[in-house]
Structure formats: C-alpha cells, structure tokens
Antibody, heavy 121, light 112 residues
C-alpha cells in the first residue's frame, strides 16, 4: 500500500528550530514529487512547495520562500519541512502529499495524516 | 499567482438532492495539450484532504460516480448528484498549470 506517514505533533517556542518528516512506503520514492500544504487553524489549504526526491529539485511558493526549507532523502525515503526560527504564525497543520503520477505535480492522491505544529511562548 | 475563486462558500443540501460548486480562475487553466489543470479535493471533518477529480473531469480511483467535474478555461464546476451524509466537508479546487499551485477558499457542504 502506498502511504505517507508524518511525524508527530510538536509544541515549540518562538525562535526555536524544527524539522518535521514525511516517510513514504509502497512506491518508488525518488520518482514522485512530494508537496507540502499548510492549513492554519480554521482556514483553507495553502500550497507551500514541492521537492522531487530524484534530484532534490525544489520549488517554493513565493509566500514561503526563505521561511522554510523543503528537502528529501532517498536513503530514508522521507521528505522534510524545516524552520530555523519559528513564529507564532507558523502554528498550523502541515500535510505532505504525493501526486497520482510520477513526475507530476498535480492530482495528489496520497496524503499524510498531517503534523500539528503549535508555536507559543 | 493565479487566484482561484469558489462559490458558494457555504452550501446546505438536503440528502438525496444535487449540489453544484463553482470554481473560477484568474487565468486560463487549459493546457496546450488540451486538458485543464484543475483538481477537486474534499476535506472531511478531522481528516486529510482527498482527491476527487483531476484534469478537470477525471474521477480519482474509488470516487463514486455521483461526483462529476466539468468546465474549461477559467470556469469549472463540481457536481454532486444524490448528496449523502458522508459528503459533508470542505471542497477545494486547485490549479496546477503554473507554480505556485493555488487553492480556492473552500466550499463547506453541510446537510440540512
């Protein structure tokens, strides 16, 4: 079964760093983009960016460029989303997702369960 | 960025009736190869989003044929015939013709 399993919920203080993960199984990790999506409390979905594990090519939304780092490691079949200095406004649920076809960025049919990040002093 | 606008934002529906959600994009989503780069997703309460429709009109695996997607260019519609209680949630359209990919604001379907 193709699946994405995300790391557990995090509670952090402003200014702290964080790296959350999205582990894949059941398919060839290097052939499919991984997308990260943010959902702030009570709000809609926001596309943050994608990484292609096969060559680590990454595309960010301008809204998130410089705010987060998206990466992937084919040795662990995992994608990552990291912050160097968290803000309260980073409080959200973060989803990773995989598209329906290799090398496509659309039609995300496999989703992680979401990682809740709470940033509070 | 391409702006996606959905309407209505709230949609109360009686079970068994049909429902329709509109999605408009600020630029054409019609690819030169003839397909539309438009997906529909449903996020049920407390769950991750799930793919319903991609390339404008193709149902994802396991999606009931009560769901259909149509439209082209800048105007798209998701139709749900014979709404069931399990269809409750927030429906999002998303364009993928250019990065950054962008979602509509979401349409909350509720049962009357």
């Amino acid at each position: 079964e193709e699946q994405l399993v995300q790391s557990g919920a995090e509670v952090k203080k402003p200014g702290e760093s964080l790296k959350i993960s999205c582990e894949s199984s059941g398919y060839i990790f290097s052939n499919y983009y991984i997308t990260w999506v943010r959902q702030m409390p009570g709000k809609g979905l926001e596309w943050m960016g994608v990484v292609f594990p096969g060559d680590s090519n990454t595309i960010y939304s301008p809204s998130f460029q410089g705010q987060v780092t998206i990466s992937a490691d084919t040795s662990t079949n995992a994608a990552y989303l990291q912050w160097s200095s968290l803000k309260a406004s980073d409080t959200a649920i973060y989803y990773c997702a995989r598209p329906i076809a290799a090398r496509a960025k659309y039609a995300m049919d496999v989703w992680g369960q979401g990682t809740t990040v709470i940033v509070s002093s | 960025d391409i702006v996606m606008s959905q309407s209505p934002l709230s949609l109360p529906v009686t079970p068994g009736e049909s429902a329709s959600i509109s999605c408009r994009s600020s630029q054409s989503l019609l690819h030169s190869h003839g397909y539309n780069s438009l997906d529909w997703y449903l996020q049920k309460p407390g769950q991750s989003p799930q793919l319903l429709i991609y390339l404008g009109s193709i149902r994802a695996a396991g999606v009931p044929d009560r769901f259909s997607g149509g439209g082209s260019g800048t105007d798209f519609t998701l139709k749900i015939s014979r709404v069931e209680t399990e269809d409750v949630g927030v429906y999002y359209c998303m364009q993928s013709i250019q990065t950054p990919l962008t979602f509509g604001q979401g349409t909350r379907l509720e049962i009357k």
